[in-house]
């Protein structure tokens, strides 16, 4: 059984959990969850604790407890000393050596991020079967995101290779046995091994169809199948695949043409290679022909350097700007940027006119690899000549390398052209004055930047209080840094809450315990006002 919980606020400080005092009794749920709400509003403290009916697994029932005790976060469990209790801070867990019960709890972190999940895991089983799970514990330094992080069972690629490799009529059976519940990397690297290998996965790829359907519509791994047909020259069922994926409107990554470096050790089998590639892309059309070639074109000219190969790519097939742009693109990484000028000309020759996506290609390369921009800015006005309407994305590459350069004239200048144009500047461009001000010791400018953002968006000026705040902390002028962020609570501004931590904790390093405690005084007071405002 798995509980995961997934709240939307949380913030995790063990010393805040005092109220656990109250707990007497246990629950007879598989687990429960206690949320406390602290004195913060933004803040809402959950901390999970699981605790079991251990009586359905145990026979001593009356002595099975865990009961709050002094400190408030620790807890004790009467049930003999081949029970055990770890709490480790933020991550605890128990194992149970008398019972078939495993429990692991994680407590994380804060708010302000919807990509932090708190995962909480139960998990019924032999002590031994601990050995076969993976307990990921948070730390400072490992972030949970989209996925959970919970008690899963470890699987060896190495064993689902082994058993598709002797082919057996059970292979099914075994593969269920072997790992019921498989992540999305586990699939992965079991398809890399068996593309390696030159071993056949169309039954793997249909047990992933029948017992997995989420991961059977992941484009990674439906494009390692068609990676694994054409090592193998297994054409008819990756065909039938294609047709199949086009159907369903499932598009190819890169994944499905790694086989192209082993079918073109020279120029000439390549070249051959990439032209029945894009031949039979063309032919199945669909969802499969665009993410296809566009995939195909991105790995030769971005990934390998095979420039050549990814313009026959282009030339075997309907011309699109998109394709050319993806040459643009690996030409500019590279600093080759007079040979992504010549492809523009090459793109005005066939009739596939550059658009606006071209041009930030181009005028960014000529911003990073030539030191200045005055070449990019005779292409921007080059581009709008020709009436390519510039976009939010352009200006901020103009302002971005001006700020870099110090020439913060232009960089205005670029910004005025922008507002006047009813485009409004991202995040990230005025980030970029914030950044430029600062890196060149115009410390003043930079501050008048962010205080000015206090008429903006508060979304917006939260997030330059905070980098400018962060900015100050990284150069070790902590009483700077807690100035700033002191400044923008006093405005009603909620500061970005690492930035506060890392302030907060540097301070405390420092020995400035009293500066430390005016700043959670000021970020607690903000707190209760939003807590009263939203009451």
């Known amino acids: 059984m798995m509980l995961l919980l997934n709240p939307n606020y949380l913030y995790s400080t063990l010393s805040l959990l005092p109220h656990l005092h109250s707990l007497s009794s246990v629950s007879r749920t598989a687990a429960f969850h206690i949320a406390l709400n602290s004195n913060f509003n933004c803040y809402r403290l959950l901390f999970i604790n699981l605790i079991s009916n251990i009586s359905a697994a145990s026979p001593s029932t009356s002595q099975s407890n865990f009961l709050a005790s002094?400190?408030?976060?620790?807890?004790?469990?009467?049930?003999?000393?081949?029970?055990?209790?770890?709490?480790?801070?933020?991550?605890?867990?128990?194992?149970?050596?008398?019972?078939?019960?495993?429990?692991?709890?994680?407590?994380?972190?804060?708010?302000?991020?919807?990509?932090?999940?708190?995962?909480?895991?139960?998990?019924?089983?032999?002590?031994?079967?601990?050995?076969?799970?993976?307990?990921?514990?948070?730390?400072?330094?490992?972030k949970l995101n989209a996925g959970c992080k919970e008690l899963m069972p470890f699987v060896s690629t190495d064993k689902i290779v082994d058993i598709i490799r002797s082919n057996e009529k059970n292979m099914e059976s075994q593969l269920d046995s072997l790992c019921g519940d498989v992540r999305k990397i586990t699939i992965v690297e079991a398809f890399g091994g068996l593309n390696r290998c030159g071993l056949p996965a169309f039954r793997?790829?249909?047990?992933?169809?029948?017992?997995?359907?989420?991961?059977?519509?992941?484009?990674?791994?439906?494009?390692?199948?068609?990676?694994?047909?054409?090592?193998?020259?297994?054409?008819?069922?990756?065909?039938?695949?294609?047709?199949?994926?086009?159907?369903?409107?499932?598009?190819?990554?890169?994944?499905?043409?790694?086989?192209?470096?082993?079918?073109?050790?020279?120029?000439?089998?390549?070249?051959e290679t990439v032209q029945k590639v894009v031949k039979i892309l063309d032919a199945v059309g669909g969802s499969c022909r665009h993410s296809?070639?566009?995939?195909?074109?991105?790995?030769?000219?971005?990934?390998?350097?095979?420039?050549?190969?990814?313009?026959?790519?282009?030339?075997?097939?309907?011309?699109?700007?998109?394709?050319?742009?993806l040459l643009v693109r690996g030409k500019c990484l590279r600093g080759l940027?007079?040979?992504?000028?010549?492809?523009?000309?090459?793109?005005r020759e066939v009739g596939c006119d550059p658009d606006v996506r071209t041009y930030n290609y181009l005028i960014g390369g000529l911003c990073k690899h030539r030191g200045s921009t005055s070449e990019a800015c005779n292409v921007?006005?080059?581009?709008?000549?020709?009436?390519?309407?510039?976009?939010?994305?352009?200006?901020?590459?103009?302002?971005?390398?001006s700020c870099v350069l110090g020439d913060f004239d232009s960089a205005i200048g670029f910004y005025d052209q922008m507002v006047s144009r009813g485009i409004e500047p991202r995040f990230s461009t005025h980030a970029a004055f914030v950044k430029g001000y600062f890196n060149s010791h115009h410390y003043h400018e930079s501050y008048n930047y962010v205080a000015e953002s206090s008429m903006k968006p508060n979304w917006q000026a939260n997030r330059l209080y905070s980098l400018l705040a962060g900015l100050y902390q990284k150069q070790g002028d902590l009483v700077?840094?807690?100035?700033?962020?002191?400044?923008?609570?006093?405005?009603?501004?909620?500061?970005?809450?690492?930035?506060?931590?890392?302030?907060?904790?540097?301070?405390?390093?420092?020995?400035?315990?009293?500066?430390?405690?005016n700043l959670q005084g000021t970020f607690c007071s903000l707190n209760q006002s939003c807590s009263m405002g939203m009451g």
């Open 70 to 142: 002094s400190p408030p976060y620790s807890f004790k469990h009467s049930n003999g000393s081949n029970s055990k209790f770890v709490n480790t801070g933020f991550s605890s867990t128990l194992w149970r050596n008398n019972s078939e019960l495993m429990i692991s709890g994680m407590s994380l972190l804060r708010t302000h991020s919807n990509s932090r999940l708190l995962s909480t895991s139960v998990s019924l089983g032999t002590p031994s079967e601990k050995k076969g799970f993976q307990s990921v514990s948070p730390n400072k330094n490992r």
């Open 204 to 271: 793997f790829f249909c047990w992933i169809c029948d017992k997995h359907p989420t991961l059977y519509r992941d484009y990674d791994i439906c494009s390692l199948m068609i990676d694994n047909c054409w090592r193998l020259g297994d054409y008819e069922n990756m065909l039938c695949l294609l047709e199949d994926f086009r159907t369903r409107k499932i598009c190819l990554t890169g994944k499905a043409f790694g086989f192209i470096a082993i079918f073109g050790s020279t120029k000439v089998l390549m070249e």
């Open 292 to 325: 296809g070639i566009h995939s195909l074109i991105k790995l030769l000219c971005c990934d390998w350097d095979l420039f050549d190969m990814a313009k026959l790519a282009i030339e075997s097939t309907k011309r699109q700007v998109s394709y050319y742009n």
């Open 337 to 347: 940027v007079k040979d992504a000028q010549y492809i523009l000309d090459e793109m």
């Open 380 to 401: 921007f006005d080059e581009m709008i000549k020709r009436g390519c309407c510039p976009d939010a994305l352009t200006f901020e590459i103009l302002i971005y390398y």
């Open 480 to 517: 700077a840094s807690r100035k700033i962020l002191v400044e923008m609570m006093e405005k009603g501004l909620k500061p970005n809450f690492s930035v506060y931590m890392r302030v907060l904790k540097s301070l405390r390093k420092t020995g400035s315990i009293d500066l430390a405690r």
